[in-house]
Every structure is written in structure tokens, then in C-alpha cells.
């Protein structure tokens, strides 16, 4: 099969749905089938794959409470044609085809069968209630629609007016579970180790709620050390930890693939203290995976991914108190943090490629062998919706 991938963001920046295209497309390649990206670019330096092309440079725009690298204009949408003129692809699946970048002029000029992934979850969308009738002729020629996670699914049944298949994002299990454990990550029972991953200048991320927390548990716990991956302004962060502190965060900046593998192996806790914004938590995926027990607040996005026998504890959002005696609680009970992590690892495999891309193979299938196509009609074809609801049936208990 030829499939192209659209992506709207910034490929050679990372994030969540880039990461997804990229690992979405690499495993089809791996299975036989034939496949290109298109996304914007930023860095003509960066070494990009062989099976991406650039539809131009993008600029930053608020979104969703962080910021969006998107491209949009008459040079976009020139490279957007041309790629599907080159591609002649068999389908075409868009990512967030609604965000004013390279996939909504992708489905505005496609003329093949078209299926799109919803990945963020917005409640309230001004822009999307005000653009949804000016979007819906172009809407409909999306063949089937995916969510990657019930709070994505929502958004789109509550804004445009339809309905999705629920296919999470998906991990390689093994590269986590599988990956060496770092000296530098690892603690002990009185210098005990917590990672947090994310953009350190995204509020949303909750940062400033786990460096709340941590004056309590370095209290009981005067060794631990917090490290924290992800970019952002380091300086500025160190400013806000409290100087008798400073010396028990860490702020190692951006980490590779495999940097990020390792820490999440060697840590005690893996701290996910979100705020909001979050349609999924593929890091709590990553961690479970990892072997690393999570303390997560309680986004219902987060809760889904942890599972109905929870493969980590959660928190109130926002409660610094609550977060700080969750951990003192988990240090002191190395029990528990050996059961989370053993249903972790359970829990993360049925995340993993191997069982999300034959879900979307499904739907793709399903894409081509529609024939007498209702936009509005999800279809329901028996033995492929069968096969969906096999490889879904874990994520669907929960």
C-alpha cells in the first residue's frame, strides 16, 4: 500500500504527534508498504529521513496552552499539491486536519480516500465552533476519523459533529523495557531518584508543582534528587528552585531517544504532575514500559492510560501537598513501587506498535473498501470492526 502521512507540526522539532508519524511511518516501511511524510521543517541542517519531505519553514503560534510550529499560504499549499501529485498514494491520513497547517490543505486538495487522527483534546474551542461550518465540505471527505484516546474523541463528536475510532498512540515496548539502566539516574533508599519529562516552560506540564512538592520530601528524604528532561529555559527554572534546594534538582535540557530510555529504566519515581491540555500521556507509556512505577495527577486522560487495575497512583491535580505525600509514601514501600512496575510493564504492552498499527491497518482497510460513502455514517464493516474491537478490547475495558 502507498500511504502518505501529513503531520501539521514541525517534524524536525520533537512532540507528541511528531514522534507518532514518525514511528507510525517507520513501522508500515518495516511491514512492506510504501510510505512518505510531509510536514513542515525548520532546521535544513537537521538529518531527516529518507521518507519525509518539507513543505516549508513554520512559524510558533499559541495553541492549546503551548506552542504550535504550523506553515500555512500559497507556497504551502503548492508543495502540498505537487507532494500528492508525486505520491500517488492509495490513502492519505492527516493528523489534527483541523489545525491551520500542511494537513488541512492536504484534505482540501486530496482526491483520494482520506482518514484522520484526532490527538488533542479541547473542550472549548472557539475557533474550531466557529470554523466547523466552513470546514464541513471538506470534513466529509475524511473516510473514517481516529482519536487517540476517549478525551479526543469526545472533542471531535462535541465540535465536529462526528465520531471516531479510539486508537491510542503507540510505544516500542522493547526499546524501554530493554534499555540499560544509566549509573548517573540510578538512587538508593535514602538518595532516591524522580524524573520529570516535558517542556520545562510549559506551564500545563506542572513543573512548578513537583519543585512545590519537593521541600516536603527532601525534608524526609534529604538525598533525592529530582531530574528533569525536556527543553526549555534551564536558567530560568534554576531561579525558581529555592537555593538550599538547587543542589538536589537536576536540569539535564533535551535528551536523546536513548537518554530518555535510560532514565526512565534507572529512576525510583516517574512524576507526571500535568495541569491539563492532555488528550493521552504517551510518557506515562514510556515509563510504564521502562519499568519505572508512575505518580501521575489525575487527568482523565492519565487515568485511562494507567488502566482500571491502575498501573500507578494518582493526585489531585494541582495539590502540591498531595503530590509530596505520594511520594514519601512510595520511597518508604518499596513493595508497592515493585507492583507498579510490574503492572506497568503489563499495562504498556498493550500500547505497543505491534498492536496499534494493526488497528489502524483495519481502519485503513476500512477507508479503501467503503463504497457507497456517508460521511456522517461511521462504518461498520463486521469482520474489520471485529478485528478492531479484538485489538482494542484491553483499552476498551478500561
Not at 543542589?247 to 530510555?261: C, F, P, T, W
Not at 471485529?386 to 485489538?391: A, H, I, K
Amino acid at each position: 500500500m502507498k500511504v502518505g502521512l501529513v503531520c501539521p507540526y514541525s517534524f524536525d522539532v520533537p512532540g507528541g504527534v511528531q514522534f507518532h508519524v514518525r514511528d507510525l511511518a517507520e513501522y508500515l516501511i518495516a511491514q512492506g508498504h510504501e510510505v512518505s511524510v510531509l510536514a513542515p521543517s525548520d532546521d535544513d541542517d537537521v538529518d531527516l529521513p529518507p521518507y519525509f519531505t518539507s513543505c516549508g519553514r513554520a512559524v510558533p503560534v499559541r495553541y492549546n496552552g503551548s506552542v504550535a510550529r504550523l506553515t500555512f499560504g500559497p507556497v504551502t499549499s503548492a508543495r502540498v499539491g505537487r507532494w500528492l501529485e508525486r505520491g500517488d498514494f492509495d490513502l492519505v491520513h492527516l493528523h489534527e486536519p483541523v489545525t491551520p497547517s500542511a494537513s488541512i490543505m492536504a484534505l482540501w486538495q486530496a482526491d483520494v480516500p482520506v482518514v484522520a487522527t484526532f490527538h488533542t483534546s479541547t473542550p472549548r474551542s472557539r475557533a474550531m465552533h466557529t470554523f466547523q461550518p466552513l470546514l464541513r465540505p471538506s470534513l466529509e471527505k475524511i473516510r473514517a476519523r481516529i482519536a487517540v484516546s476517549e478525551d479526543a474523541r469526545l472533542t471531535v463528536r462535541r465540535h465536529l459533529r462526528g465520531d471516531a475510532y479510539v486508537i491510542p498512540n503507540g510505544v516500542h515496548v522493547d526499546r524501554f523495557a530493554q534499555a540499560p539502566r544509566d549509573p548517573r539516574f540510578v538512587g538508593t533508599s535514602q538518595a532516591p531518584t524522580l524524573a520529570f519529562l516535558g517542556r520545562i516552560d510549559e506551564p500545563r506540564k506542572g513543573l512548578a508543582i513537583l519543585l512545590e512538592a519537593l521541600p516536603v520530601v527532601a525534608a524526609r528524604y534529604p538525598g533525592v534528587r529530582i531530574l528533569v528532561a525536556g527543553p526549555g529555559d534551564i536558567d530560568e527554572v534554576a531561579k525558581s528552585v529555592p537555593a538550599d534546594l538547587r543542589d538536589r534538582v537536576e536540569l539535564l535540557g533535551a535528551v536523546s531517544e536513548a537518554d530518555k530510555a535510560a532514565l526512565l529504566r534507572s529512576v525510583d519515581l516517574y512524576i507526571a504532575p500535568h495541569l491539563g491540555g492532555e488528550s493521552f500521556g504517551i510518557v506515562l507509556v514510556e515509563a510504564m514500559a521502562a519499568g519505572a512505577p508512575v505518580v501521575a495527577s489525575d487527568l482523565s486522560a492519565f487515568v485511562r492510560v494507567l488502566g482500571s487495575d491502575p498501573a500507578g497512583v494518582t493526585f489531585p491535580a494541582g495539590d502540591a501537598p498531595a503530590l509530596a505525600e505520594t511520594i514519601c509514601r512510595l520511597i518508604a514501600d518499596p513493595g508497592e513501587r515493585h507492583l507498579l512496575a510490574d503492572r506497568g510493564q503489563v499495562r504498556a504492552r498493550t500500547f505497543d506498535w505491534s498492536e496499534v498499527a494493526s488497528q489502524i491497518m483495519a481502519v485503513y482497510e476500512l477507508a479503501l473498501d467503503i463504497k457507497d460513502f456517508e460521511p456522517d455514517v461511521l462504518p461498520q464493516a463486521e469482520t474489520l470492526w471485529g478485528r478492531l474491537v479484538r485489538s482494542g478490547r484491553s483499552s476498551e475495558e478500561d
